[in-house]
């Protein structure tokens, strides 16, 4: 066992399958997967041992000039904070970070320019920390995941039992905008994470060819022992099909992946078929 755990960081969109990763990730001895670490819509976030939010309000506390945040400033909290996180896991080879896109942000200093890598992809660079990109391919049916969960207030499960079954209405408009946004959101990461060394998992790989992906996970993040297959948590939406009462009207968008939805021909043709129709 290493005298202190590597760090890994896990960037996705919110309904790409985190927690499915992190809980076939914390299968294997010596491996943590807190949940995410900086959202604070989470029951709890705050006051939980691996928030970012709890070790910087006590950092704040202790001494006042960290309210600036300069670049010194984040890189000490970064510091900092890992630091905090390899010291509450002592007996761990790997702690796995989940990070959302949405609260990269939370890692920025002062008039970062938005179009430019965050500054949390280029501390990870520069401190050689592993990164995991998941990425669900088809943003139609992550959206969609997202609407559902609203509707049903679930938005994760452990058991079947714990999962809500209705149907919703989709609104087209509403989707594509949703879907297009994050297609955008995708595109963005994958050209920051382009330099910066990361290891690439789709949510599809990790669905249907389940067995591969975790062993190729396994080999990128050099775990001495193989991932487990055994979830520990379910799927929250049902089959389409049966769930949403207008899938006819976005049967022909459900599959597209993010890399066609992205280019802006094929988002402006999106929109002529939806304002012809």
């Excluded at 499960?157 to 509403?174: F, G, L, N, S, V």
């Excluded at 594509?176 to 949510?203: D, G, M, N, V």
């Excluded at 396994?218 to 769930?243: C, H, K, M, N, Q």
Aim: net charge positive.
């Amino acid at each position: 066992m290493k005298s202190e755990p590597d760090i890994c960081l896990l960037l996705a969109a919110e309904r790409s399958g985190t927690h499915l990763l992190r809980s076939l990730l914390a299968n294997v001895n010596g491996v943590a997967a807190p949940a995410e670490i900086c959202n604070a819509t989470v029951p709890n976030n705050r006051s939980a041992k691996s928030s970012f939010f709890a070790y910087r309000k006590q950092a704040l506390l202790s001494d006042p000039e960290l309210f600036f945040p300069t670049e010194p400033v984040q890189r000490q909290f970064l510091d900092g904070f890992l630091a905090h996180i390899r010291g509450e896991n002592p007996k761990r080879s790997l702690v796995v970070l989940d990070i959302k896109y949405a609260h990269v942000h939370n890692f920025n200093f002062f008039w970062w320019d938005p179009l430019e890598t965050p500054y949390l992809l280029q501390y990870a660079k520069w401190k050689r920390l592993k990164v995991l990109h998941l990425v669900r391919s088809k943003v139609y049916r992550t959206a969609i995941s997202g609407f559902y969960a609203h509707q049903t207030g679930v938005w994760r499960a452990k058991t079947e039992q714990e999962t809500r079954q209705i149907r919703i209405t989709i609104d087209p408009q509403r989707l594509e905008k949703k879907a297009q946004s994050l297609a955008r959101t995708i595109e963005r990461f994958e050209a920051w994470l382009s330099h910066c060394p990361h290891h690439h998992i789709s949510y599809e790989s990790l669905s249907d060819n389940r067995a591969e992906t975790l062993q190729r996970l396994g080999e990128y993040l050099g775990l001495a022992e193989p991932i487990a297959d055994d979830p520990g948590f379910v799927r929250t939406t049902p089959v389409l099909e049966e769930s949403i009462e207008n899938f006819s009207a976005i049967e022909s968008l459900v599959d597209l992946d993010w890399t066609v939805v992205s280019k802006p021909v094929r988002r402006a043709k999106l929109s002529a078929q939806r304002l012809a129709g």
